[in-house]
């Protein structure tokens, strides 16, 4: 009887989507499958564990168990990455520093190299892999969200919101300007972010913002959510060029328009004016902003 182990990275959004999630989908169809999840592997998981799906396994203790395994031959191992560690921009400093280090960098690559498959969350995420490694077994398993937010229904205390992590400033530069000037016009209108404070960042009025700290899960994020327009300014970066649409399925799970930039991971989800707006240039997002006051049969 098959047994599958996720060795997560860590305990954030990433582990929830890539990890998380999907065993409890895969629960539901076999309950035998899924033996368990985890940043750390139990000696049972260890012993009994036919298929473990490796989540960014770099660091030089877990690399050696995913050399020795890969050597042994006696389990599957999947390498699971959803993010491009080879083109991180140096705005996000701490990820920055410590994935160009020499030592994780060779880890990353001969960790994916003996996997005998690799999955990604994006097409454009595994052309970098396939770049850098050579892999030739590469799987895109686009990213999903948990089916009970769509008969979720969010509270509306603000007009515009943002959630997400610490990772973002080279994103929010773009918004500045657009969102101070829409709430200096409409004052009645209250900006709400969640995990970080991008309010505080951009230096926007702290009589129009709300923040909201780090959550701990997913699902405490979701219920958190209470603004009737979501923002996702996201730079054109080539780190940002492989990420998914996340935060519009997440905003269209909960009937949340959605207001992104004109960029790959959302130009193919979103339909200006049909299910959300494409922001192109900087000027525009004041603009388009202040069409969700005006007409909001839009939005």
Excluded at 164 to 176: A, E, I, K, V
Excluded at 223 to 247: E, H, Q
């Amino acid at each position: 009887m098959t047994k599958i182990w996720g060795w997560a990275a860590d305990e954030s959004g990433c582990q929830a989507y890539r990890i998380r999630f999907p065993f409890g989908a895969m629960k539901e169809l076999d309950p035998t499958l899924a033996l368990g999840i985890g940043s750390t592997i139990p000696p049972e998981a260890k012993a009994e564990a036919d298929i473990v799906i490796g989540q960014r396994v770099c660091k030089e203790g877990p690399s050696r168990l995913w050399q020795r395994w890969a050597k042994a031959g006696d389990r599957k191992l999947v390498y699971e990455l959803d993010d491009d560690l080879w083109n991180i921009d140096p705005t996000n400093q701490k990820a920055y520093y410590y994935f160009r280090d020499k030592a994780i960098q060779r880890c990353l690559r001969e960790n994916i190299q003996v996997a005998d498959v690799v999955t990604t969350s994006t097409s454009e995420l595994a052309e970098v892999v396939y770049q850098n490694t050579g892999h030739q077994n590469i799987h895109v398993i686009p990213n999903a969200v948990p089916p009970w937010l769509l008969d979720h229904k969010p509270e509306r205390n603000h007009h515009v919101g943002w959630g997400g992590s610490p990772t973002h400033h080279g994103d929010f530069g773009l918004l500045r300007q657009g969102m101070k000037k829409f709430l200096y016009h409409n004052q009645d209108k209250t900006f709400h972010c969640i995990g970080m404070n991008y309010a505080e960042w951009m230096k926007l009025p702290q009589e129009s913002c709300h923040f909201t700290r780090w959550l701990a899960t997913p699902e405490d994020f979701f219920r958190t959510i209470d603004y009737r327009v979501g923002v996702v300014p996201l730079a054109d970066t080539m780190f940002n060029r492989s990420k998914s649409d996340i935060k519009f399925l997440e905003l269209a799970a909960l009937g949340i328009p959605t207001i992104a930039s004109d960029v790959p991971a959302y130009n193919r989800s979103i339909v200006s004016g049909l299910n959300g707006m494409l922001i192109k240039n900087d000027h525009e997002w004041g603009r388009v902003l202040k069409a969700t006051v005006d007409q909001p049969e839009f939005f």
